[in-house]
């Protein structure tokens, strides 16, 4: 909730040579010393030292004023001109607008008397006057100018020069402090193009134009695309300038804005503090970029709840900005703005609504009626009001916020009117408002009852918000934002939850509306990035696009995923900036193909777009009579449950007792233990969570299905990725609780055969593709490096130890497949490597079973792997190279399955990142997306005796009946083993899931 000011890099027109005419000697020999004094400025200003740069401008100037009073020669009089528009240039930038305007105006005047038709001098006057107004905060005048200066230059070189790709990216700018930031795009990319054209990859207009696009991305919600642009600026500007110019501190302040935005604390105080220390050793400590660097690291310390450091920085910080800029000003507003946050969070929310209502009426002097950062201070307010229980003027608050962020929107008065779809500016800020408003009126119904008109109205809000996240996720192209965008989006989903959930009781109509709209806002939150991305792979193949497109798209995800995988796993700042460098190009080559489908191939916008939550009765018409589906949306303090069954749907909230993630880290450190004290908390949390999850179940209803049911299709949420549910007691173990009655225990398991899946929506999907594709693929690959006669190796270089039990597992699986005359290839040792393997056709085969070591990275999901067989012909050292004997994530999205089952017999192999509202990013993900039906991962290390003897029992129970059924298959094969008692406990049968 905070402006961050935007120091964007200008040309200064400096070193412009026109030419001379010669009519006396001593004038020769002035305008010479002139010329001097104007390269000598020239030279001030590319150090950055603007006064002294502006004392030769203003000698130059008037020995070129005088030359011109004797010949009256135009060319002087341009010469004048340009040492007067570069003093009020350096004016403006030392924030002094208010100096700078007139300077300025009395230029025009002067051009407009002098200069007999447009010039390119008046359009850099105009543009200049633009920038000065801009620093005022007087967007619409900043805008007028420099429109006018754009359109001379177009007149006067057209579409395709240097200049006018300045004015591109200057009106741009505009349009981004006016809060339109579609609008600042569309000229900022002009202008890019222009500079690429002009001057190459490599120049400082072309590292201010991709700084830019940045900084409006990141407004717009587009952090993961924005800190590429704003990265690439970076590596030119170090290049060129060297790592103490104030261009390098702008930019490393601006990174620090979008890891800000994106929560990411610490490494915004890391960039936020290296750009004040630059900007102080080249400003002094009063200049109006300190004052920027100081108010960002205040609006740091309010997020991180330090609020009293917070209020240090920001009081510091806005009374240098009050000094330097004056009190009407939209910087002084966002200071403002921040400590009315801070007294927020600190609980004072009188003194609190005070600085934001003192933001407001700046932003309102400054900014005009409509703005997002008029809108974000009204939100504010709404929210402190909120929090004082004054219901009703939070809900005035909120819907000013509604008005001041929509192009056409202006009921104010009335609180249940609601903007359309498309009429806002700033997404974020238009979310906020909407949320606090469904929060509101929620409220005012839980505290009376009859107002069920309230009620209504925060229903409808919800789904509108819901049509401008999915608005918005088609708007993004980068897959990491739309993973941000979900990730911000649970919240609403959550407070939605919360408000069918209380309903659901009723027994009306309403109730049962809202059973149903609480499985959709609970599906919302599942998988919607990894459900948008398969179907986009889908509509590539379908929508008739030409196979050299498809194969150009494949290579592209190819070396991006590469890429992205040697970043994360760090490079020296060369190399980085070497990768960084190809990962940006390749990144808008692909964004450009993308564009080429959406606009050339009508189908493949249709495929890729028109799809759907499955509906309840969609799900129900994938399951049998045997089979239900427990769909899991982990609130604040409850716990949503959605049962579907073939011929019926429940839904029910249940209270949490104790704090989930808690909960999901103590039975996973206790499945993972043999002591006796291991086996007392795994026995409590163990039936804890089962009362908790399972509740649903056990209702008096049909939907609960007796003793019909069979199969569970568990889609958990969040961190209940994390444990095996078939581990679960059904009722609590008698005392003492000791592991060597493990057999005897209760585990969830004795009563179902478990599956999981992302969502419902992606189990039904799969589901359809098997009913409508039958697989001609046959066999099996099976794969085992062994590591007793090969080398491997992690990411850190640590050797791969000898797993002997897979040569054994692989060589029985695959001898049981051919005692069924179906094909069965073994890749062992030298031959499971990664060159080996990815020159298999993975079409052919129904069943892929990989025997190896397998590692997680949750922090960076592309990180995760599979460890192969190393190619010694490969130099580890290579940072070029795709074959470094590890199958990572990235790679394996590139793979082309068509299988019925992969195997993943491996440690952790089912675990990564959890990523709100999106579920667990790793290899599963990556496999779905390639193209297998179902998975059997790890959801810890397993044992390599236990873990050969579960896949050996698992194919021979698969390979048994006549129709496949994995889970069923899986349940025998884990109850087998309890009965065995040698590998009864939970350790060793539990971590191996099975994701459909």
């Not at 192009?407 to 009429?423: C, Q, R, S, Y």
């Not at 179902?752 to 589901?767: D, E």
């Not at 949750?858 to 590890?886: H, Q, R, W, Y």
């Not at 999106?918 to 297998?932: D, H, M, S």
Request: hydrophobic fraction near 40%.
């Amino acid at each position: 909730m905070i402006h961050f000011a935007v120091k964007n890099t200008f040309l200064v027109f400096i070193g412009i040579q026109i030419g001379i005419c010669v009519h006396a000697q001593n004038s020769e020999s002035d305008t010479l010393r002139a010329k001097r004094y104007f390269e000598q400025a020239g030279e001030y200003d590319n150090k950055s030292k603007r006064d002294s740069a502006s004392i030769f401008y203003a000698m130059s100037a008037n020995i070129y004023w005088d030359a011109f009073s004797q010949m009256n020669d135009t060319g002087l009089i341009e010469k004048y001109l340009l040492c007067k528009n570069n003093i009020a240039w350096n004016l403006t930038s030392a924030g002094k607008p208010d100096l700078a305007i007139p300077v300025l105006d009395s230029a025009i005047v002067a051009a407009d008397k002098f200069l007999l038709h447009q010039q390119f001098v008046t359009a850099v006057i105009y543009n200049t006057l633009g920038y000065a107004f801009e620093r005022k905060g007087d967007y619409d005048h900043a805008l007028e100018n420099k429109v006018k200066a754009l359109e001379m230059k177009l007149i006067l070189f057209g579409d395709d020069y240097y200049s006018v790709g300045d004015s591109y990216l200057n009106v741009g700018v505009t349009y981004y402090y006016k809060g339109d930031y579609q609008k600042a795009l569309e000229y900022m990319k002009k202008g890019l193009n222009i500079y690429l054209r002009v001057y190459g990859t490599k120049h400082k207009a072309t590292a201010s134009a991709y700084n830019n696009i940045g900084n409006t991305l990141s407004r717009n919600g587009e952090n993961v695309q924005a800190l590429e642009y704003k990265k690439k600026a970076l590596d030119i500007r170090l290049e060129l300038l060297g790592d103490q110019h104030p261009a390098v501190a702008d930019m490393y302040n601006n990174i620090g804005v979008t890891y800000f935005s994106i929560g990411e604390y610490e490494l915004a105080l890391e960039y936020y503090f290296k750009a004040l220390e630059i900007r102080k050793n080249n400003y002094g400590e009063k200049h109006y970029s300190v004052a920027a660097s100081i108010c960002n690291i205040g609006a740091v310390y309010n997020q991180t709840g330090d609020y009293k450091k917070a209020l240090e920085y920001n009081t510091l910080g806005l009374e240098l900005r009050i000094e330097l800029l004056g009190e009407k000003h939209p910087s002084v507003a966002s200071s403002y703005n921040n400590i009315g946050y801070g007294y927020n969070g600190a609980g004072e929310f009188a003194k609190a609504r005070e600085f934001y209502s003192k933001a407001c009426d700046f932003y309102l002097e400054t900014l005009g009626e409509k703005h997002p950062f008029l809108a974000m201070a009204y939100n504010n307010i709404g929210l402190a009001f909120k929090n004082q229980g004054r219901l009703s003027e939070a809900l005035h608050a909120f819907q000013m916020a509604i008005s001041v962020n929509t192009t056409a929107f202006i009921d104010t008065a009335n609180v249940f009117a609601e903007p359309l779809l498309m009429d806002f500016l700033d997404t974020k800020e238009i979310l906020i408002s909407l949320k606090g408003k469904a929060s509101v009126f929620f409220l005012k119904f839980m505290n009376n009852k009859a107002e069920t008109s309230s009620l209504q109205e925060a229903f409808y809000i919800y789904l509108l918000c819901d049509s401008i996240i999915d608005q918005a996720r088609r708007r993004m192209v980068d897959p990491g934002d739309k993973l941000q965008l979900t990730e911000s989006a649970d919240n609403i989903y959550i407070a939605a939850s919360n408000v069918y959930a209380s309903v659901i009781s009723n027994e009306n109509a309403l109730g049962e509306e809202s059973k149903e709209m609480l499985y959709y806002f609970a599906e919302k939150s599942k998988g919607m990035v990894l459900l948008e991305s398969m179907t986009g792979a889908d509509a590539i193949q379908t929508a008739g696009i030409p196979n050299e497109l498809k194969h150009l798209v494949h290579a592209y995800s190819k070396d991006i995923r590469f890429c992205e995988q040697k970043l994360a796993g760090g490079l020296d700042s060369a190399t980085g900036a070497v990768f960084r460098g190809r990962l940006f190009a390749l990144n808008r080559t692909y964004d450009s193909l993308m564009n080429v489908f959406e606009t050339q191939y009508p189908d493949y916008h249709n495929l890729r777009y028109n799809f759907q939550v499955a509906s309840i009765t969609d799900i129900q018409s994938v399951l049998d009579k045997h089979t239900a589906v427990i769909s899991y949306f982990v609130g604040d303090s409850s716990i949503f449950q959605m049962l579907i069954t073939q011929n019926c749907y429940e839904a029910m909230q249940v209270r949490k007792q104790g704090d989930t993630d808690s909960l999901v880290f103590l039975l996973r450190a206790a499945l993972s233990s043999f002591t006796p004290e291991a086996s007392v908390k795994y026995s409590e949390i163990a039936s804890l969570l089962y009362n908790q999850l399972f509740a649903i179940l056990d209702t008096k209803t049909a939907c609960s299905g007796g003793n019909n049911i069979k199969t569970l299709i568990i889609i958990p949420d969040k961190s209940l990725a994390m444990i095996p549910f078939e581990a679960l007691l059904t009722s609590p173990v008698e005392k003492p609780v000791m592991w060597e009655k493990a057999a005897e225990f209760p585990y969830l398991i004795s009563k179902y055969a478990i599956g999981y899946a992302y969502s419902a929506t992606l189990f039904r999907r799969n589901k359809i593709k098997e009913y409508r594709k039958k697989s001609k693929t046959s066999g099996i690959l099976a794969v085992a490096p062994v590591f007793d006669q090969v080398s491997g190796h992690f990411p850190d270089g640590s050797q791969a130890g000898n797993i002997p039990g897979t040569e054994h597992e692989v060589a029985e699986i695959a001898s049981m497949f051919r005692k069924k005359k179906t094909p069965a290839t073994v890749l062992l040792r030298a031959q499971a490597g990664e060159t080996d393997l990815k020159n298999v056709d993975f079409s052919e085969y129904q069943y892929i079973h990989i025997a190896s070591h397998g590692f997680v990275n949750s922090e960076k999901p592309e990180l995760s792997g599979i460890v192969l067989a190393s190619d010694t012909s490969i130099s580890e050292k290579d940072e070029m190279t795709t074959n470094d004997g590890i199958l990572f994530q990235g790679e394996i999205l590139n793979l082309k399955l068509n299988s019925q089952l992969v195997v993943l017999s491996a440690c952790e192999t089912g675990l990564g990142k959890i990523s709100r509202g999106e579920g667990v990013i790793g290899l599963t993900r990556a496999l779905l997306y390639a193209g297998t039906k179902n998975i059997i991962v790890s959801l810890w290390p397993v044992a390599d005796e236990s873990t050969a003897k579960l896949m050996v029992d698992f194919y021979a129970n698969t390979l048994s009946g006549k129709d496949v059924d994995f889970a069923g298959s899986l349940r025998k094969t884990k109850q087998k083993m309890i009965s065995e008692e040698k590998f009864a406990h939970p350790f060793f049968w539990s971590p191996f899931v099975l994701i459909q």
